[in-house]
């Protein structure tokens, strides 16, 4: 049987530090729910001692029914001259009620000296002391090692002896953090060795950063060696250069080595992970990005394109699909369509493949994302384009007639007043609103509108995407909204030259979607 290799998810933590991501609580659960559905065996959900945010998604998270994950709360080793069953921060790990709890301690001698300011027994004490803490609690107890191939390169006894201090407290993971992410795939797999034959029987793992371009390689260094656990985020989001990339380890381990991370099923659920998860984070899909990037098995023309025709692998390394990816000078071709009939399954629309509906929304769908639409997070928009194609849409509840915003500002202040003239079931209404920017206004006065025909939605997140303009036109906004009824919420987009225009589609489809 193909060795097995458990995947450890830190998106929600590790990943939202980086640069220019900043998840909502809501956000966040939506993560956490998707990364359980593609099949994670970790999902970290944050640090309840570093800001009440993460308390909060602990709390709420208890709603998803995590079936194959499990949920981990991440802090650290207890202070010094404390007890761990004294320390607040300790304590804060169990009052969040997850089945694993994960901590971090030092594994250099000089850290220990330096930053910690400690003796190096003392500091072999906190981690024993913690870990077995934890363990009395009945918590699965994952041990990050900060700096270990560092400090192993340092002073290979100490790190070692660190390791040691967390098994003897119970841990049932030792993890290698190559946290200056400046190590060589090497060194990487010679710690991982190095662990694995002082720690006998306690499975390793290894957690990695790409400063250096090699984030991807040191992981596959260390499950080479014979780690059997890696940690990483999706897309490699983090702090600075960012994490281990997920969407690439996870089907190198699998396809290229033949070790067994995720089920073949999952695997296919990869490219449209990395898509869900840029979409909640605001962030331009990089075309680029190796196995899910929309570029990795693009096809340009010419003598490529017959020979792929022909022969698929003769310039491609893997079939696409096994990532759910597509190749993408066949856009309009089988694979197309099957993408399409899964996705409106999900939607809970029935779309037959080979109906002419399937083709035209198809058509329909390719023309938009060519003009910067993208539907990867705004579920209910598609539902509605897929609906009408099939000719199961509702007359529209209503129709927006006209509209007017104007923004005034001064000294620090500002303003924006929206009129809007909204028919419903033919019968014309005037509103007037007035919010803190136009579009809020105009959210304002298109509820206040429809808040006496239709029960009331609200405009729970709104997110604005500037796509750079090519050949001479004008850059365009996409708009991305989601709306709640206080039971469930969903995602519409609007996309024009103009961010009020924009925002008005993304609003228009978020009642549409409540009202159909
Ligand atoms: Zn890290």
């Not at 990943?15 to 993560?31: E, T, Y």
């Not at 650290?76 to 001259?81: A, F």
């Not at 570029?295 to 792929?308: I, M, N």
Request: glycine content about 10%; proline content about 3%; some cysteine.
């Amino acid at each position: 049987m193909a060795r097995s290799i458990e995947i450890y998810d830190t998106t929600l933590r590790d990943g939202s530090q980086g640069q220019g991501i900043h998840f909502s609580v809501d956000d966040k659960l939506r993560i956490a729910a998707e990364l359980e559905r593609f099949g994670m065996t970790y999902i970290e959900g944050g640090w309840p001692g570093s800001n009440p945010r993460d308390v909060e998604f602990f709390a709420r998270a208890k709603k998803i029914k995590f079936k194959h994950a499990k949920l981990a709360a991440f802090g650290s080793t207890r202070r010094k001259g404390v007890r761990a069953s004294e320390d607040a921060q300790v304590r804060g790990l169990l009052e969040v009620d997850t089945p694993v709890v994960t901590i971090y301690g030092k594994t250099s001698a000089l850290h220990v000296r330096e930053v910690l300011r400690c003796s190096p027994e003392e500091n072999l004490e906190m981690i024993r002391d913690t870990v077995a803490f934890l363990k009395s609690h009945r918590r699965e107890v994952v041990y990050d090692c900060e700096h270990a191939i560092d400090g192993w390169k340092d002073d290979p006894a100490y790190a070692i002896a660190s390791m040691l201090a967390a098994v003897a407290g119970g841990a049932d993971r030792i993890v290698l953090c190559d946290t200056n992410g400046g190590s060589l795939p090497a060194e990487v797999a010679a710690a991982t060795r190095a662990a694995i034959a002082a720690l006998k029987k306690t499975p390793v793992g290894i957690h990695t950063h790409d400063d250096a371009g090699l984030g991807l390689a040191n992981a596959l260094a260390s499950l080479e060696a014979g780690a059997s656990h890696v940690q990483g985020t999706v897309n490699g989001i983090g702090e600075r250069t960012g994490n281990c990339d997920l969407t690439a380890v996870i089907p190198c381990a699998q396809l290229k080595f033949g070790w067994k991370c995720v089920s073949s099923t999952s695997l296919k659920g990869l490219a449209g992970l990395s898509r869900f998860v840029d979409g909640v984070a605001n962030l331009a899909p990089d075309p680029r990005r190796p196995w899910v990037g929309t570029a990795a098995f693009a096809h340009k023309g010419g003598t490529h394109v017959d020979a792929v025709r022909k022969f698929s692998a003769a310039y491609e390394h893997v079939d696409p699909t096994v990532v759910g990816n597509e190749r993408t000078v066949l856009v309009s071709d089988q694979s197309g369509r099957s993408n399409i009939v899964l996705k409106a399954k999900s939607l809970g629309i029935d779309l037959d493949r080979d109906s002419p509906a399937t083709a035209t929304a198809l058509d329909e769908l390719k023309k938009l994302e060519h003009g910067g639409w993208s539907f990867e997070d705004a579920e209910a928009s598609l539902a509605l384009l897929l609906r009408r194609h099939i000719g199961k849409s509702k007359a529209a509840p209503f129709e927006v007639a006209s509209y007017h915003v104007t923004a005034r500002g001064a000294k620090g202040s500002a303003y924006c007043e929206a009129v809007v003239r909204i028919s419903i079931a033919g019968k014309e209404t005037l509103t007037v609103a007035e919010g803190d920017g136009p579009v809020h206004a105009l959210d304002q006065a298109l509820r206040s509108a429809l808040v006496k025909s239709f029960p009331k939605v609200s405009l729970v997140d709104y997110k604005v995407r500037i796509l750079g303009g090519t050949d001479g036109t004008a850059a365009k906004t996409r708009v991305v909204i989601r709306s709640s009824d206080g039971k469930a919420s969903w995602g519409t987009v609007g996309v024009s030259e103009n961010l009020v225009e924009a925002s008005l589609q993304a609003i228009v489809d978020g009642y549409a979607h409540a009202l159909s």
